[in-house]
């Protein structure tokens, strides 16, 4: 009814869609009634499979203007649904393997309906009211999930004023820079004759304590996040110090040690020595408990970044892979990853409720000193309440339901890790520790050849496979059928050579074996096509002296 | 249907809640309906009017464990709404008059359920596609809005892969930081044997460049997310400098000029003059072309925070307000707060396209260079596509509509304002500018002896009636009829006492002038019951001699 009735300008037009509702036979009637009914089917039926190029998407986006007149919702409607969902990506089909967003809990979107029609906002209890102790209650579990405090921890401190377990926040990068600043602050705090850094800012608080620099220590597959962290809080890209992996992508503690003696060396100071909970690319887990230990022995912050790997905690079969994360004075986790929970829903979590004290802010008219507002201590300001979303996807699947999910995901990335090495002309490059594996076309001739191809071998090959591979990647993206991501890595088998690799996330819950089997032999026909890039790898075969006689 | 099945931990029943929709006769499904067809009705009935005490809610939020077992989504959805909706704060009430939400169009909450169930993650193309460019295209728009450039230079810029017209972040505080971090790196740009404070570090741009410190320039008015910011980007809360303002709470030019000369003086540097476009707290605007002229004589960045007062600039009748805008180097627009966006969609816009290459970052798996990918260039990563809801608003109402709401708005806040300058008891303290005001409860009696008071006697009596708007202000929002909000000022009219008075924020269309009436028609009531503070009030008025013979 109401589409109908605005596209003209009065204040009696205007008010209507305040108060009018749209009718359930409107588009937008029609589309939620869809999105309820068969979101899967919805997606599909509106998201088109083959790729349209950018910038004729471009095309429908340029105006510059704010348009003067109103439009109808229906036409608006259908504008959308033409030219922006339809162009969209289909996250959550589960063919679609190459991102950390999965299918939605169905449950979910009747409820995010409800929190954008509640409209409140976390930044203080006089707009979120209940909301504030729901969101310290989801911090509480997720604090105990990861620290298993006991009962009378989180009486005393979840609902604490002057405390925090930790905040939430839009995902996992503000959720690092949140962990690293609350870390600088503590080491460069107030004292005899100093305001803090907080205050006095960071040039004042590295003359007092008699440091050249701040470093942040992390493994070269550190996120990039951890770089704008760098820069944002005033250390430095630079002073993020990436050391090297070893073989399964795990941080070297030896090289570690050595870096870190060279920034003391150079009178530098150890802000915060990282570990990776999950690598982005590859899903592998640093040595926690080896970090613990050598960031209690220099006294640097130790802070995990587990936005992938955190979820894990729920399965008692794999929760181990995590040890020693309990140890971090600070841990982020995404719930919009793993945890199944829409976009914008990441979270840091504190060891100590008072170290959220180095980063607290007031003011008078909101957060006043001993109100219970949540943005005394978070980074972001007005927010909306995400938090009612985890705190239903924790109570609707339970410990349980999530343990079940995780277990599964990393057991089927496993199996098809085995199909991987199965096939003649697939190869993987790593194994997957959580759901995460890479993998890479090689012809089943250059595969042996590369078996025992020297260094040199290997460096002129291997940019004849990365082209393969990328174009691989692309094609299947276009085609629309399924998606894998791509990325780059030094694998120690290859001699550190860069070398470019399919990327797949296993955590979507409806992805079956017979569709990764699909995914495979796409690939396979896909390969069949690049020609000349096969052409060219030939040609660097012969000339290697590579070539089976034939 | 599925909300049923589900409560029982097999992989089976699991994959129900990805695959099963919930049927319309559940409770979710009879949630959504309300929702669709009376949003306002389900509000009001849904959430209860008397506050309840915050320390009984956290009774409902004090487990601290992830609960073990799942539950059935019925069982959970009637939890939420007895515990969770029954004590939020109804923002979208045209009777609460103290917060920046607002009502929202009906036609957003479908879309935002869209939003959801496409789950989108603005960070990169690969997850995003056609958001990418809608996204830009909203930077655009509001960017056109402030700046109107000529469709050139949209053309040329709205779209490129190095540059960026803005970005888009969860809200003002982000913005805010997001600005200030630009203005920090463009500062400190590299230089012949200096890579940049983005790369090196604050303490080493400073040295490099050879000032003490740097400071950021404000209105005392200020929003307190700058002192997060100063706090963030390592300059220090120190280094905001709060400069005095006028009688109409805008920064004043000599001042501001005598604390810079200091800044100057003691070897540090400006870094940033940020003009308020629009004060949180009374909606007034500095006078930025001024500040134009002064930021562009001492070579300071200038930002404008219009995270309120932005949306003004849709108004032909108002947007001269705002004169001088459009010489910021950046600016801060909320579009969930005047614009009638949910909760979550904050911006920030720059005049110069390649000034977001001072923030600059990539990555080998996302935001590659040479990628349109929006991560690049924004502090956060993954990102919901809040966007879609925006570009939604600005087509459905057009700048038309946004002109007709915001030009009512204002005209009831000044209404308003003569509503309360014609009452005997109570008190208009600062007038509307935009459409807030401020004002506080002064019996009749002391109405007039303050008007003829010494400072010192107004010293003394000030804490009685700040006491007074305190009880009525609490005791209104506990009962839960209507809501405004409270704030201290230090007016000039009253020698800078601190003075605690009501704010109103007249943004919902829905808000007639008998709820005003009413509105201090409570107030009054409330005042007549705070005995025992205006019995204080009185003997104090007796003790300075200024009660009336009688």
Same mark, same amino acid.
Request: aromatic content about 6%.
């Given at each position: 009814?109401?589409?109908?009735?605005?596209?003209?300008? *009065?204040?009696?037009?205007? @008010?209507?869609?305040?108060?009018?509702?749209?009718?359930p036979?409107?588009?937008?009637?029609?589309?939620?009634?869809?999105? *309820?009914?068969?979101?899967?089917?919805f997606?599909?039926?509106?998201?088109?499979?083959?790729?349209?190029?950018?910038? +004729?998407?471009?095309?429908?986006?340029?105006?510059s +203007?704010?348009?003067?007149?109103?439009?109808?919702?229906?036409?608006?409607t259908?504008?959308?649904?033409?030219?922006?969902?339809?162009?969209?990506?289909?996250?959550?089909?589960?063919?679609?393997?190459?991102?950390?967003? *999965?299918?939605?809990?169905?449950?979910?979107?009747?409820?995010?309906?409800?929190?954008?029609?509640?409209?409140?906002?976390l930044?203080?209890?006089?707009t979120?009211? /209940?909301?504030?102790?729901?969101?310290?209650?989801?911090?509480?579990?997720?604090?105990?999930?990861?620290?298993q405090q006991?009962?009378?921890?989180?009486? %005393?401190?979840?609902?604490s004023?002057?405390?925090s377990?930790?905040?939430?926040?839009?995902?996992?990068?503000?959720?690092?820079?949140?962990?690293?600043?609350?870390?600088?602050?503590?080491?460069l705090?107030p004292?005899?004759?100093?305001?803090?850094?907080?205050?006095?800012?960071? /040039?004042?608080?590295?003359?007092?304590?008699?440091?050249?620099r701040?470093?942040?220590?992390?493994?070269?597959?550190g996120?990039?996040?951890l770089?704008?962290?760098?820069?944002? =809080?005033?250390?430095?890209?630079?002073? @993020?110090?990436g050391?090297p992996?070893?073989?399964?992508?795990?941080?070297?503690?030896d090289? $570690?040690?050595?870096?870190?003696?060279?920034?003391? /060396?150079?009178?530098?100071r150890?802000l915060?020595?990282?570990?990776?909970?999950?690598?982005?690319?590859?899903?592998?887990?640093?040595?926690?408990?080896?970090?613990?230990?050598?960031?209690? +022995?220099?006294?640097?912050?130790?802070?995990?970044?587990?936005?992938?790997g955190?979820?894990?905690?729920?399965?008692?079969?794999?929760?181990? =892979?995590?040890?020693g994360?309990?140890?971090?004075?600070s841990?982020?986790?995404?719930?919009?990853?793993?945890?199944?929970?829409?976009?914008?829903?990441?979270?840091?979590?504190?060891?100590?409720?008072?170290?959220?004290? /180095?980063?607290?802010?007031?003011?008078?008219?909101v957060?006043?000193?001993g *109100?219970?507002?949540?943005?005394?201590?978070?980074?972001?300001?007005s927010?909306?309440?995400?938090?009612?979303?985890?705190?239903?996807?924790?109570?609707?699947?339970?410990? %349980?339901?999530? +343990? $079940? =999910?995780?277990?599964?995901?990393?057991?089927?990335?496993?199996?098809?890790a085995?199909?991987?090495?199965?096939?003649?002309?697939?190869e993987?490059?790593?194994?997957?520790?959580?759901?995460?594996?890479?993998?890479?076309?090689?012809?089943?001739?250059?595969?042996?050849?590369?078996?025992?191809?020297n260094?040199?071998?290997?460096?002129?090959?291997t940019?004849?496979?990365?082209?393969?591979?990328?174009?691989?990647?692309?094609?299947?993206?276009?085609?629309?059928?399924?998606?894998?991501?791509?990325?780059?890595?030094?694998?120690?088998?290859?001699?550190?050579?860069?070398?470019?690799?399919?990327?797949?996330?296993?955590?979507?819950? @409806?992805?079956?074996?017979?569709?990764?089997?699909?995914?495979?032999?796409?690939?396979?026909?896909?390969?069949?096509?690049?020609?000349?890039?096969r052409?060219a790898l030939?040609?660097e075969?012969?000339?290697?002296?590579?070539?089976?006689?034939?």
């Open positions: 009814m109401s589409e109908q009735v605005f596209a003209e300008v *009065s204040e009696e037009a205007l @008010l209507k869609i305040f108060t009018l509702p749209e009718a036979d409107s588009t937008l009637g029609k589309i939620e009634k869809d999105l *309820s009914e068969n979101l899967m089917g997606l599909g039926e509106h998201i088109v499979a083959r790729e349209k190029p950018l910038h +004729e998407i471009e095309h429908n986006f340029a105006a +203007e704010v348009p003067e007149q109103p439009r109808y919702v229906s036409d608006h259908e504008f959308l649904l033409n030219n922006l969902v339809a162009h969209s990506v289909h996250t959550s089909s589960p063919r679609f393997i190459g991102h950390m967003t *999965s299918a939605l809990p169905y449950f979910l979107l009747p409820l995010a309906k409800l929190m954008v029609g509640l409209n409140q906002n930044v203080k209890i006089e979120s009211k /209940a909301f504030t102790p729901l969101e310290r209650n989801v911090l509480g579990m997720l604090h105990h999930l990861v620290y006991d009962a009378s921890f989180y009486q %005393r401190w979840m609902h004023a002057q405390h377990l930790g905040a939430m926040c839009s995902g996992g990068t503000v959720a690092n820079i949140t962990a690293l600043w609350v870390a600088r602050n503590l080491l705090k004292a005899q004759g100093f305001a803090g850094v907080a205050a006095e800012g960071l /040039a004042a608080g590295l003359q007092h304590y008699g440091y050249k701040l470093t942040i220590m992390v493994s070269e597959r996120h990039y996040s770089s704008k962290a760098a820069d944002v =809080l005033g250390i430095g890209r630079q002073n @993020l110090v050391v992996t070893d073989d399964r992508n795990r941080i070297r503690i090289k $570690l040690r050595e870096a870190c003696e060279k920034v003391a /060396a150079d009178g530098g150890v915060a020595i990282v570990g990776v909970g999950g690598t982005t690319e590859t899903g592998h887990i640093d040595p926690l408990n080896e970090l613990a230990d050598y960031a209690a +022995e220099i006294g640097a912050h130790f802070h995990v970044d587990a936005a992938w955190g979820a894990t905690l729920m399965s008692d079969k794999y929760r181990h =892979l995590l040890d994360v309990e140890r971090a004075d841990v982020t986790i995404d719930a919009h990853k793993q945890m199944y929970v829409p976009m914008g829903a990441g979270m840091v979590l504190f060891r100590d409720p008072s170290m959220v004290r /180095a980063i607290e802010h007031h003011a008078e008219y957060i006043r000193h *109100s219970k507002d949540l943005g005394a201590h978070t980074m972001e300001g927010r909306p309440g995400m938090a009612m979303l985890v705190y239903s996807a924790l109570h609707v699947m339970g410990r %349980r339901g999530y +343990e $079940l =999910l995780i277990d599964k995901s990393i057991d089927k990335a496993k199996q098809f085995e199909l991987i090495a199965a096939q003649d002309d697939f993987l490059v790593t194994a997957p520790e959580l759901c995460l594996l890479t993998y890479r076309f090689v012809p089943q001739q250059v595969k042996v050849a590369l078996a025992q191809a260094p040199e071998q290997v460096k002129r090959l940019p004849h496979l990365n082209a393969i591979t990328r174009f691989i990647q692309k094609r299947q993206r276009e085609t629309g059928r399924s998606f894998v991501s791509r990325t780059k890595l030094n694998p120690a088998q290859y001699h550190r050579e860069p070398t470019v690799v399919f990327r797949v996330v296993l955590a979507n819950p @409806l992805t079956t074996t017979e569709m990764l089997q699909e995914v495979l032999e796409e690939q396979r026909e896909i390969a069949a096509q690049a020609m000349s890039l052409g030939h040609t075969m012969r000339e290697l002296g590579l070539l089976a006689r034939s």
